[in-house]
């Protein structure tokens, strides 16, 4: 009786498999017609035949220097950025971060200020003089006029959410003994919750080998090949919970080792508006915008499938596919962004958290934006002379003789 049951059952497993390699198979040759033969390739390397070229050693994209929850650069790193201007050095100091040497001892007659933050703090495309700590620096000596000399570290890492920053803050930050924290972060929280859903999990992760997976994944509501539900307000709510947890533990730790902390709104942008459009469309404008863009039914989806298999210059279908996804991929993290710094305003008021809102500052002339979320000198200025202004009226500085 149980080697009858066995057999059924291995019967009724093998059809199982006879009929999803027949769908996964039918599927393939289905869209091979359409998308191209290379639709029948759906799953391997020598499906979009593109070969992404791997970054140079001493590209500042390439940090990898592991440590416990986080990576940074090696000490004394030889890295470069390229700018209009061309090719330009990037120093890396003593202990991996950007910016001159410091010691870890604080000296006796120093008022110490860490920047946390990740590409947008570390200044992507900016020179080693015009990222906003490096102003910032100049700023307070200059006002400090002899009071106090303040010392500026550049704590940020490229790519980093704030788990990596609280987790490098306490393995390094703490002990340098800082007097103020600022907190300048946001979008790469929510990149990452927007990427684990759109394309993270089991079914993620099966749909991009199996044609079969993704057409039922794509039952899902989309656009421009994307799930739509990545950017909903679930997702959205997850990762603004999870921007606050770190959030608080950042400012416990702050006061436990004696630092200020201050939290800053980061601007951004979708991508859905050119650069040279962007001067007067405030923040909370293209909000509004994105979701619009965004909204169910606003374009006809179109199969990821023939967005992943159509690469060729030639198709025509290329071009807009591709900017479609652009849009959705862009414009989802951006909603996700708006949520966490609309919850982070509300939660840095409700806590008494320092708060500096560069939203506001910078929504004028948002053409600042070289990016979705680097800005160029002028905005790292006006970032620099909104964070000297509230470092110096607080008490820590009073308290040296310094004038605000």
């Given at each position: 009786m149980k080697v009858r049951a066995i057999r059924r059952l291995l019967g009724f497993c093998l059809f199982l498999a006879v009929t999803a390699v027949s769908l996964e198979v039918g599927a393939r040759l289905f869209f091979a017609r359409s998308a191209g033969p290379r639709a029948l390739l759906y799953g391997t390397p020598w499906h979009r035949n593109v070969t992404l070229p791997s970054l140079p050693r001493q590209d500042m994209q390439v940090h990898d220097d592991a440590r416990q929850g986080y990576t940074k650069y090696f000490p004394r790193e030889v890295k470069w950025g390229v700018d209009d201007r061309g090719r330009f050095p990037i120093r890396i100091n003593n202990h991996g971060f950007r910016g001159p040497d410091f010691s870890t001892e604080k000296p006796p007659d120093v008022l110490r200020v860490l920047t946390l933050g990740a590409s947008s703090t570390f200044g992507f495309g900016n020179r080693d003089d015009e990222t906003y700590p490096h102003l910032l620096e100049e700023i307070l000596n200059r006002r400090a006029a002899g009071t106090a000399r303040f010392e500026v570290i550049n704590f940020a890492i490229p790519h980093a959410?704030?788990?990596?920053?609280?987790?490098?803050?306490?393995?390094?930050?703490?002990?340098?003994?800082?007097?103020?924290?600022?907190?300048?972060?946001?979008?790469?929280?929510?990149?990452?919750?927007?990427?684990?859903?759109?394309?993270?999990?089991l079914w993620g992760v099966l749909g991009r080998r199996l044609m079969l997976v993704e057409l039922v994944n794509q039952l899902r509501p989309s656009l421009g090949g994307l799930p739509a539900?990545?950017?909903?307000?679930?997702?959205?709510?997850?990762?603004?919970?999870?921007?606050?947890?770190?959030?608080?533990?950042?400012?416990?730790?702050?006061?436990?080792?004696?630092?200020?902390?201050?939290?800053?709104?980061?601007?951004?942008?979708?991508?859905?508006?050119?650069?040279?459009?962007?001067?007067?469309?405030?923040?909370?404008?293209?909000?509004?915008?994105?979701?619009?863009?965004?909204?169910?039914?606003?374009?006809?989806s179109e199969w990821r499938t023939l967005v992943r298999g159509t690469d060729d210059p030639n198709d025509p279908r290329t071009p807009q596919l591709v900017r479609r996804l652009v849009e959705a991929h862009f414009g989802g993290i951006f909603l996700v962004h708006a949520r966490i710094m609309r919850d982070l305003r509300e939660w840095a008021a409700a806590n008494s958290v320092d708060f500096v809102d560069v939203i506001q500052i910078l929504d004028p002339d948002r053409d600042h934006l070289t990016s979705w979320v680097h800005l160029d000198r002028e905005a790292n200025q006006r970032v620099a002379e909104a964070l000297a202004a509230r470092i110096l009226t607080l008490p820590e500085a009073a308290s040296r003789g310094v004038d605000p």
């Open positions: 959410t704030t788990t990596e920053i609280v987790s490098m803050f306490r393995a390094e930050g703490v002990e340098l003994r800082p007097d103020f924290v600022t907190l300048y972060e946001g979008v790469n929280d929510a990149k990452a919750a927007f990427m684990g859903t759109a394309y993270g999990g539900d990545a950017w909903s307000d679930q997702v959205a709510a997850g990762a603004s919970e999870r921007f606050l947890a770190n959030a608080a533990a950042l400012r416990d730790d702050c006061r436990r080792a004696g630092a200020h902390l201050i939290v800053a709104s980061q601007q951004a942008k979708s991508e859905l508006v050119e650069r040279e459009q962007m001067r007067g469309l405030r923040y909370e404008d293209e909000v509004k915008l994105v979701q619009e863009s965004l909204r169910p039914g606003a374009e006809g």
